[in-house]
């Protein structure tokens, strides 16, 4: 295996396309057993996996999806009829494959026991079809003259020559009677026929269609195609003049595996490629991306201070100008780099529900939207295990019972919805159910039972606070521990991830209607937008992204609440918060309020809206986030630095932490 090291990365990144594509067909097959698209798709991923293990000498690998290719076969053969004990078997060989790919990348072998699942997929494979369950599809040899046949050279020709996922049609394709260009009609029909795949034999020939006289108005042709008989007949008939398309499906008989083995075949064949289609991308390294990011980000606060620098001259001011605009392309164009769509990891989720419904014997109806909305890889790569919490409770804490849900007049299938899209310059994820929504006095008794709250803080909770209880760690509302949840664990993981990535997460519930929440995420955690405020004589940046806005008031305008300072704003009443006290900055006077105008800035969190008074509103300026030291990162009210024009470092306010 040391040979191949350097072909490692390329392996485990080739494999999961593969395991990725294998689980999304094997979705699709379960819902579409006669697809023989799906099943082709199939059978292509199986053998690339196939090859690729076997060249890097993982033979244990190699074995396991020959055999799951050898499954495929019987069904797209119509040898194996598609049911649940199929399709469990098959998602059962895709489970073993990522685990075996998993230990690759831990210890370098694909020693696992397999012997179990090899032994009951063969069983499978042998076992006699019953006929009865099996569509029947014409594929036997016709011996209706009115179709080309194939003689024994023929069909040797053919089997040495086509691809493996060919099928060879015999196709008549009669003209209407009437038509005036016969000769022409022909030409297209072997035009098309060219395109779907490869014209063995034909009348009249290729080379003669021009002078051929077709007074019967019938093409005949041999086609070797990977295409379906749908999508031939609807060429085909598509084509003007043409009155009607026969097609029949030509049984050959294979030849023995080991002659096969024997020669490489040379494909002659041009049929139409595989349905993978080649990405026009380029894998990239994080790291490298990571640096390159950095790399900008230094031009950005060169660029910054060169602007602090005011000098007069023509040259300078002409530099100025060229260096922004080209710091900004560069900035866009490492930003789009580092961008992935988010149904990369959206693929994933599929299958875990299809399996939750089966375990927890709900009927689930899961709807993904939005999996093209773009966020940076870097948050996507941490995004998993929280989105996998949420919708595991969605499916094991909100979806009831059919009997339950039939007894509340809802329909016996649950709905879980996943759904991303772009607000602003922030990635908005949604995890909604339509099950039976949190329970708020429960989700409180929880939080007074594990002295997570005390009585008078419930008192001054309203509603979304209380659910925000929720994420408190080891809270659970749900009665019995499942394999799935009810241990406590997850929420409080969820709310931590998010949290970490600049984001935030609020819940919106009803009983017996349902539950929503609601994620939000900036697109990048490298630069950001910030307007600059001053406190205390120093300068400070909040992100752009948490800022509801900005105004100025005057001092009558605050208002006592419990004690508290608000204001109400367009009959909403927001709390106030002095800046300085955040920060822990010792206010010597009072002299904020004693201005005839102060300036607030309105900052929103979880859902929340929150009035910061600051000294002073500067201006808005991009900023490159850089994290605080081990020392300093867990500094509340402070979520990481910048630097700035003067060359002087600026913190960057948690609004999380203050709101």
């Known amino acids: ?16 396309e593969y395991i990725m594509v294998l689980n999304d067909n094997i979705l699709k097959l379960e819902n579409e057993p006669n697809n023989m698209d799906v099943v082709n798709s199939m059978f292509r991923a199986a053998h690339s996996l196939k090859g690729m293990a076997a060249t890097m000498r993982f033979n244990n690998l190699a074995e396991l999806t020959h055999k799951m290719e050898n499954m495929m076969d019987q069904i797209r053969n119509k040898k194996m009829q598609v049911n649940t004990e199929i399709i469990d078997l098959l998602f059962a060989g895709i489970d073993y494959v990522e685990e075996i790919v998993k ?28 006929l009865d369950d099996i569509e029947e599809v014409q594929e036997e040899e016709l011996e209706d003259s009115n179709f080309l046949a194939l003689t024994d050279d023929d069909i040797r020709t053919v089997n040495d020559n086509k691809k493996e996922l060919d099928t060879v049609f015999a196709v008549n394709v009669k003209l209407n009677a009437e038509t005036q260009f016969k000769q022409v009609r022909a030409s297209m029909i072997f035009k098309s026929a060219a395109e779907l795949g490869y014209i063995f034999k034909s009348i009249p020939e290729t080379e003669n269609v021009e002078d051929a006289d077709l007074d019967n108005n019938l093409v005949q042709l041999i086609l070797i195609s990977n295409q379906s008989r749908e999508n031939i007949n609807e060429e085909f008939s598509s084509i003007t003049d043409v009155e009607e398309v026969e097609m029949n499906k030509i049984s050959l008989k294979v030849e023995d595996k080991d002659k096969k083995d024997k020669k490489e075949k040379t494909n ?15 894998r990239v390294d994080i790291g490298k991306l990571d640096k390159l990011m950095n790399m900008i980000g230094e031009l950005l606060i060169n660029k910054t201070r060169l602007e602090a620098l005011n ?25 789009q780099i580092r961008m992935e769509p988010i149904g990369v990891m959206f693929n994933r989720f599929p299958r875990m529900i299809r399996d939750l419904s089966k375990s927890s014997e709900k009927e689930i109806d899961f709807v993904m939207d939005g999996k093209q909305t ?3 890889r870097s948050i996507i790569d941490e995004l998993g295990d929280p989105l996998t919490h949420l919708l595991r409770n969605a499916v094991d804490h909100g979806i009831e019972k059919p009997e339950v849900r039939r007894q509340n007049g809802k329909d016996e299938t649950g709905t879980v919805n996943l759904k991303a899209y772009q607000k602003g310059s922030e ?11 949190i329970n708020v006095d429960k989700v409180v008794q929880k939080a007074l039972d594990k002295n997570v709250v005390t009585e008078k803080e419930i008192e001054e909770m309203d509603r979304d606070k209380k ?38 997460i609020y819940i919106r519930s009803e009983e017996n209607k349902g539950t929503k929440f609601v994620i939000s995420l ?53 709390p106030l918060v002095d800046s300085r006290e955040s920060l822990n900055i010792e206010i010597e006077d009072d002299s904020y309020k004693e201005k005839d105008e102060m300036p607030v800035v309105i900052v929103k969190s979880g859902g929340k809206e929150v009035g910061l008074i600051v000294g002073e509103l500067l201006y808005q300026q991009e900023i490159v986030i850089k994290s605080l030291s081990d020392y300093l990162d867990n500094v509340k009210n402070i979520s990481g630095a910048t630097i700035i024009g003067d060359g002087e470092v600026a913190l960057i306010l948690d609004v999380r932490d203050i709101a």
């Not at 295996?1 to 999961?16: I, R």
């Not at 230990?103 to 179990?116: A, H, V």
């Not at 002659?268 to 380029?282: A, C, D, G, P, R």
């Not at 990635?427 to 039976?436: F, H, K, L, S």
């Open 427 to 437: 990635i908005m994820i949604e995890v909604e159910d339509d099950g039976g929504g």
């Open 374 to 376: 773009e966020l940076d």
């Open 1 to 16: 295996m040391s040979d191949n090291n350097e072909y490692l990365e390329m392996f485990f990144a080739e494999s999961e």
């Open 467 to 504: 659910l925000q209880l929720i994420f408190e760690p080891g809270l659970s509302t749900n009665e019995e521990v499942s394999s799935v949840s009810g241990r406590g664990v997850g929420m409080d993981v969820v709310k931590q991830t998010i949290e970490s990535l600049d984001g935030d």
């Open 103 to 130: 230990q690759i990348k831990e210890n370098g072998n694909d020693e696992l026991d397999l012997d179990d699942y090899l032994a009951e997929l063969e069983a499978k494979i042998n076992e006699e079809p019953n």
């Open 311 to 335: 000098i007069d001259s023509e040259g300078f001011k002409d530099v100025l100008p060229q260096l922004d605009r080209v710091t900004m392309e560069l900035h866009h164009t490492v930003m």
């Open 522 to 574: 900036p697109l990048t955690l490298a630069i950001q937008d910030a307007l600059m405020v001053k406190i205390n004589g120093e300068i400070f940046a909040i992100p752009l992204s948490a800022i509801s806005e900005t105004l100025m008031i005057e001092s009558e305008e605050i208002k006592q609440v419990k004690g508290y300072d608000v204001i109400v704003l367009r009959e909403k009443t927001i």
């Open 268 to 282: 002659k064949s041009k049929s139409v490629s595989s349905k993978f289609e080649v990405s026009s991308s380029v």
